[in-house]
């Protein structure tokens, strides 16, 4: 497989004209590109690529001084010009990087064209990387699938938005040392701030022309040595990456919605496979206060920041907002932010639950799969009742309540606000669980729970209750 890099660069910047000829040290920033993405060894050509506009003429003397090659493709459709300009150097694959990164990492470059050729990916990327230091390999076949499947083309300068989908491509995600694991601070250049930090970056490593400086040193230098360096660009805003529809997209027409809460291994997981699966709703964004996860994409879907940043950060056309977490704390604390902010509240409903026509729900409610309330039952906002659980006659379940999968409960039970069931509890009839309690997985409640108290055991007890029991059982095995 022959694989060669292809430089995404283009004059016109809203934010930073003409950014990629700007100096720092001296040395225009596509020049320190260049230098630096020549210094990997297995890329078998470098091409820089840029469109057909005329003030993009200028970057042919920056490809001829730096003696790579050159292509200018069509100005708004980036990845038909990419794949013209795969096909006229005779790559199979690409790695992209993108012209306002100056500390693209050489390192990575070759660790993650290798590790494309051994998974046979389709593609392959690094993101966990600070910001502007990582890079994507792309088979040309994968472009050339994405361009046909892509609902506008002209959207294709979103190229990562597109390849980002795991129904469609075979995606190779390499690890880090968990030491370079800084995708919170931004190395990438969009306004004279992160301009600005380049060049006391360059200052202080680029001690000698032609030196490269390996991203562990720039870390170190952020991290260890001179942390108030961040601080120079560390409230710009970055832009999340759209999400992007391939053609006959079942979801292309239903409502735009944004999930709080972004963890794949926890309930958003099971909320956006019901969501998916039964083409529900389409989901533009994700918002999670882990910043780890911030300016990435989960299943072709864009972590767009913290729940705080919602209002500078909301995609055009939202009409929604559901929060997939279990936990009750921060669920609870999501919906007073976005009642606030006057954000609408969606539910999801698991196609197979069983609603009576008695029963009345509240806002941001989640009904999972086999899930079955009878006569008059009350559910209020912020609840979450998962698989299989069934709530009787004349029940009624309180706000930010949490109900685990297999949980069953009898007639007229009152389940307050902010309680936890665990997997598999049964509550007989006319009995209250008060605010803020846990149940146990497998209790069996036969009486009420007092507000904050912890329970489990059949019949149900108090935690300590449980202790006490357990001290005397050894004490008598000690006599």
Same mark, same amino acid.
């Given at each position: 497989?022959?694989?060669?890099?292809?430089?995404?660069?283009?004059?016109?910047?809203?934010?930073?004209?003409?950014?990629?000829?700007?100096?720092?040290?001296?040395?225009?920033?596509?020049?320190?590109?260049?230098?630096?993405?020549?210094?990997?060894?297995?890329?078998?050509?470098?091409?820089?690529?840029?469109?057909?506009?005329?003030?993009?003429?200028?970057?042919?003397?920056?490809?001829?001084?730096?003696?790579?090659?050159?292509?200018?493709? *069509?100005?708004? %459709?980036?990845?038909?010009?990419?794949?013209?300009?795969?096909?006229?150097?005779?790559?199979?694959?690409?790695?992209?990087?993108?012209? %306002?990164?100056?500390?693209?990492?050489?390192?990575?470059?070759?660790? +993650?064209?290798?590790?494309?050729?051994?998974?046979?990916?389709?593609?392959?990327?690094?993101?966990?990387?600070?910001?502007?230091?990582?890079?994507?390999?792309? *088979?040309?076949?994968?472009?050339? =699938?994405?361009?046909?499947?892509?609902?506008?083309?002209?959207?294709?300068?979103?190229?990562?938005?597109?390849? =980002?989908?795991?129904?469609?491509?075979?995606?190779?995600?390499?690890?880090?040392?968990?030491?370079?694991?800084?995708?919170?601070?931004?190395?990438?250049?969009?306004?004279?701030? %992160?301009?600005?930090?380049?060049?006391?970056?360059?200052?202080?490593?680029?001690?000698?022309?032609?030196?490269?400086?390996?991203?562990?040193? @720039?870390?170190?230098?952020?991290?260890?040595?001179?942390?108030?360096?961040?601080?120079?660009?560390?409230?710009?805003?970055?832009?999340?990456?759209?999400?992007?529809?391939?053609?006959?997209?079942?979801?292309?027409?239903?409502? =735009?919605?944004?999930?709080?809460?972004?963890?794949?291994?926890? /309930?958003?997981?099971v909320v956006l496979q019901i969501i998916e699966e039964y083409a529900l709703y389409n989901v533009v964004g994700f918002v999670d206060d882990d910043v780890r996860l911030h300016n990435t994409m989960i299943q072709g879907i864009p972590v767009l920041g913290s729940i705080d940043e919602l209002p500078q950060k909301i995609p055009a056309g939202t009409t929604g907002?559901?929060?997939? *977490?279990?936990?009750?704390?921060?669920?609870?604390?999501?919906? /007073?932010?976005? =009642?606030?902010?006057?954000?609408?509240?969606?539910?999801?409903?698991?196609?197979?639950? /069983?609603? *009576?026509?008695?029963?009345?729900?509240?806002?941001? @409610?989640?009904?999972?799969?086999?899930?079955?309330?009878?006569?008059?039952? /009350?559910?209020?906002?912020?609840? +979450?009742?998962?698989?299989?659980?069934?709530?009787?006659?004349?029940?009624?379940?309180?706000?930010? @309540?949490?109900?685990?999968?297999?949980?069953?409960?009898?007639?007229?039970?009152?389940?307050k606000r902010g309680t936890f069931l665990g997997t598999g509890v049964s509550i007989l009839p006319d009995i209250t669980i008060y605010e803020y309690a846990l149940v146990g997985a497998g209790a069996v409640v036969t009486k009420d729970v007092p507000p904050q108290t912890t329970v489990a055991g059949v019949p149900a007890v108090p935690l300590e209750h449980i202790?006490?029991?357990?001290?005397?059982?050894?004490?008598?095995?000690?006599?």
């Amino acid at each position: 497989m022959r694989v060669g890099i292809l430089i995404a660069c283009r004059m016109k910047s809203q934010r930073l004209p003409q950014k990629a000829l700007l100096p720092i040290v001296g040395k225009p920033l596509i020049d320190h590109l260049i230098e630096r993405v020549k210094s990997a060894k297995v890329p078998e050509g470098i091409v820089l690529c840029t469109s057909t506009h005329p003030d993009d003429a200028v970057l042919e003397e920056v490809a001829q001084r730096n003696a790579i090659g050159f292509f200018r493709g *069509s100005e708004e %459709d980036v990845m038909g010009r990419f794949i013209a300009a795969a096909e006229k150097f005779g790559f199979d694959a690409v790695v992209r990087v993108t012209g %306002d990164n100056p500390l693209t990492d050489p390192e990575h470059i070759d660790l +993650l064209i290798k590790s494309h050729i051994e998974t046979s990916a389709d593609f392959s990327k690094v993101e966990q990387l600070p910001l502007g230091a990582n890079c994507e390999v792309i *088979s040309l076949s994968t472009l050339r =699938k994405a361009h046909t499947l892509a609902d506008d083309p002209n959207l294709s300068e979103y190229m990562t938005a597109y390849l =980002k989908q795991p129904k469609y491509f075979n995606i190779n995600l390499l690890e880090v040392d968990p030491y370079l694991k800084h995708p919170q601070i931004r190395l990438t250049v969009d306004v004279k701030e %992160d301009l600005q930090l380049m060049e006391e970056i360059y200052r202080r490593l680029y001690t000698e022309p032609g030196k490269i400086f390996s991203i562990r040193q @720039v870390v170190e230098l952020l991290t260890q040595r001179e942390p108030e360096l961040l601080k120079i660009n560390q409230k710009v805003p970055e832009r999340a990456l759209p999400k992007i529809l391939m053609k006959g997209d079942p979801i292309a027409d239903k409502p =735009k919605i944004v999930l709080c809460g972004a963890r794949m291994d926890a /309930h958003a997981g099971v909320v956006l496979q019901i969501i998916e699966e039964y083409a529900l709703y389409n989901v533009v964004g994700f918002v999670d206060d882990d910043v780890r996860l911030h300016n990435t994409m989960i299943q072709g879907i864009p972590v767009l920041g913290s729940i705080d940043e919602l209002p500078q950060k909301i995609p055009a056309g939202t009409t929604g907002f559901f929060i997939c *977490s279990g936990n009750n704390e921060f669920r609870e604390r999501c919906y /007073h932010f976005l =009642k606030k902010q006057h954000y609408k509240l969606i539910n999801v409903i698991h196609p197979t639950a /069983h609603l *009576s026509s008695t029963t009345v729900l509240g806002e941001g @409610v989640f009904i999972g799969a086999h899930v079955v309330t009878t006569n008059k039952v /009350h559910i209020g906002n912020g609840v +979450l009742l998962n698989t299989a659980c069934t709530i009787d006659h004349d029940n009624v379940v309180e706000d930010f @309540v949490n109900i685990s999968p297999g949980c069953h409960t009898s007639g007229r039970v009152k389940i307050k606000r902010g309680t936890f069931l665990g997997t598999g509890v049964s509550i007989l009839p006319d009995i209250t669980i008060y605010e803020y309690a846990l149940v146990g997985a497998g209790a069996v409640v036969t009486k009420d729970v007092p507000p904050q108290t912890t329970v489990a055991g059949v019949p149900a007890v108090p935690l300590e209750h449980i202790a006490l029991l357990k001290r005397g059982e050894n004490s008598g095995q000690r006599h």
